[in-house]
């Protein structure tokens, strides 16, 4: 299956699974869940980009932190536009966005994982003495 229907199917099971974390967010099912992923996906890479170059200054000068402003204002602006998907406050979007975040990092850590492979770097005092392979055998052993 490839990477972007898995992210797609775990942030509209995020967005379904919402409401019943934060109080203020309303979502009519599993239909509205993935139209509310794939706007937000569509706005993510669209809309996100132009204000955080808008708000650049203001991002470097709170260190970041008003990137979270903004995956709020995405989040309930996305319930504006998808029907069976309401969010009442920009602190419920808040929350939200937050924990649609933090699901969707992770998500992101266990699919850029090589399937099979683990790479260890051996440093000492500077200077790169060896690295140490691991690779899964036929059975599922590390060696």
């Keep these: 299956m490839p990477k972007f229907l898995i992210k ?4 509209a099971a995020t967005i379904l699974a919402i409401p019943h974390l934060v109080s203020g967010i309303y979502i009519d099912g599993l239909g509205t869940a993935l139209a509310a992923a794939a706007v937000l996906a569509l706005f993510n890479q669209i809309i996100r980009p132009i204000l955080i170059f808008i708000t650049f200054p203001l991002t470097l ?10 995956n709020a204002f995405l989040f ?16 419920s979007a808040f929350l939200a966005s937050l924990i649609l975040s933090l ?6 850590l266990s699919l850029s994982r090589e399937s099979g492979k683990m790479q260890f770097e051996v440093y000492r005092s500077h200077k790169k003495e060896r690295v140490v392979d691991l690779h899964r055998d036929q059975e599922g052993n590390w060696k």
């Design 76 to 91: 309930k602006l996305a319930g504006q536009f998808v029907m069976g998907f309401a969010v009442d406050s920009f602190g």
């Design 103 to 108: 699901v969707s990092w992770i998500c992101q």
């Design 8 to 11: 797609w199917v775990v942030t």
């Design 61 to 70: 000068f709170t260190f970041g932190f008003f990137l979270l402003i903004i």
